[in-house]
């Protein structure tokens, strides 16, 4: 059995980790109200422009439409957003978006990664250790740091590298991977098509029935607004994908902490009597030897 003075060190250590966990709880819980008001308030525009734009798009082909960004090619080369948290402590939150990452890319591309024709564009310090780690290729070397300073003008920096890369054929397919936030005890892990923007299906999804067959007159006409639109669906869409990242690392750091509080809280009791039972049993002790003492002086 360990020491007295052992004992009272690792409660001391457990009650100092604690205090820290459930300081992370509220500050967790503070941050995840402000994220997930920002992701409710975007949510009804960012399905409503999804559902203009297919009802421009619903009377043209793909091939009328005024814009490279729904150019579909042969894919040769690959771009993957991955969108992780710059800090730890948020249990499985970036371990399974990472592990659905490559479950994905193994699945649909797995020559093509084995080949190295796929390339990361990593939002987040989490994902870009674990890509560079592997030796894939990393989009600038570096980690975009969308998260410190998270509104829109900063994320629409990073879309626009995907964007370019496109247009300028280096790559011939983005997808955008992170978490969705659904609840504060659980997210859904997406892999999403970012580009080339998928307009067919554009209106039908996410609750809009019938969205399609409303008639709609055009001022100044379908082509201008779908040029205007579509690099704005985009922008929206990589946005809501990081403020929906932002709000589950809140959530599952907000759990994690306060699991992590709980366990300790157990682990004090636990502590708590086995300190009892070394500080009685070395009373029982200094007792008897007191007692033999006694006896040995007694008897002399």
Known sequence: MAGLKEIKGRIKSVKSTQKVTKAMKLVSASKLRRAQDRILQLRPYALKLREIIGNVVSVLNVEEIPSQLVEVRDVNNILVILVTSNRGLCGPFNNNIIKHTMEFLNENHQEDLANGKVKFLCLGRKGYDYIKRRGYEVIGNQNFDVLSN?????????????????LNGEVDKVYLMFNEFKNVMSQIRRADTLLPLAVEGLGEDDGEEEGLNTDYIFEPGREEILTDLIPKALRIQAYRAVLESNASEQGARMVAMDAATENAEKLLKELKITYNKARQAAITKEILEISSGADALANA
């Open 150 to 166: 998270l509104n829109f003008d900063t994320v629409d920096k990073t879309t626009d590298i995907a964007v370019d890369m496109f």
